[in-house]
């Protein structure tokens, strides 16, 4: 059974709503194509370095699940990472809540990169408040 079959059975046969793991779980199954991976830390956070094609959805905002739906497809799996699991876990949990199936990287971006995954950094991403001051 492969990791997403896993997911995608998780809330029917426990009570957990999402699935932790590991960063060498977590690479494989974002290298899946129907993944959605999604970094939940703030804009300066991404910048400094992210995952390969994550998309940036910031937890901490107030309209993160709204932000949620506009990019992200209820009908795929979603991976969730912040930088140390916590933020993560929460984003994991509310999106759970909202009818995704979540797996979420259990010690955060440190675990990745402690593993020795790699990281990409741009250092152009704009910030929230950046952005609200240039309007």
Same mark, same amino acid.
């Given at each position: 059974?492969?990791?997403?079959?896993?997911?995608?059975?998780?809330?029917?046969?426990?009570?957990?709503?999402?699935?932790?793991?590991?960063?060498?779980?977590?690479?494989?199954?974002?290298?899946?194509?129907?993944?959605?991976?999604?970094?939940?830390?703030?804009?300066?956070?991404?910048?400094?370095?992210?995952?390969?094609?994550?998309?940036?959805?910031?937890?901490?905002? &107030?309209?993160?699940?709204?932000?949620? +739906? #506009? @990019?992200? =497809?209820?009908?795929?799996?979603?991976?969730?990472?912040?930088? /140390? %699991?916590?933020?993560?876990?929460?984003?994991? &949990?509310?999106?759970?809540?909202?009818? +995704? #199936? @979540?797996? =979420?990287?259990?010690?955060?971006?440190?675990?990745?990169?402690? /593993? %020795?995954?790699?990281?990409?950094?741009?250092? &152009?991403?704009?910030?929230?408040?950046?952005?609200?001051?240039? =309007?």
């Amino acid at each position: 059974m492969t990791i997403i079959a896993v997911l995608m059975l998780m809330p029917a046969c426990t009570n957990k709503k999402y699935i932790n793991m590991n960063a060498d779980d977590f690479e494989t199954f974002i290298s899946t194509a129907d993944v959605q991976l999604v970094d939940v830390r703030t804009a300066e956070e991404y910048a400094e370095g992210h995952i390969n094609g994550a998309v940036l959805l910031d937890v901490k905002r &107030d309209d993160f699940i709204a932000n949620a +739906f #506009k @990019v992200l =497809n209820k009908d795929k799996p979603v991976a969730v990472y912040c930088r /140390s %699991g916590k933020r993560s876990a929460n984003a994991a &949990d509310q999106l759970t809540r909202q009818g +995704f #199936k @979540v797996a =979420n990287l259990k010690d955060g971006i440190i675990g990745w990169t402690e /593993s %020795g995954k790699p990281v990409v950094v741009h250092e &152009d991403v704009i910030s929230d408040e950046e952005e609200n001051e240039e =309007n």
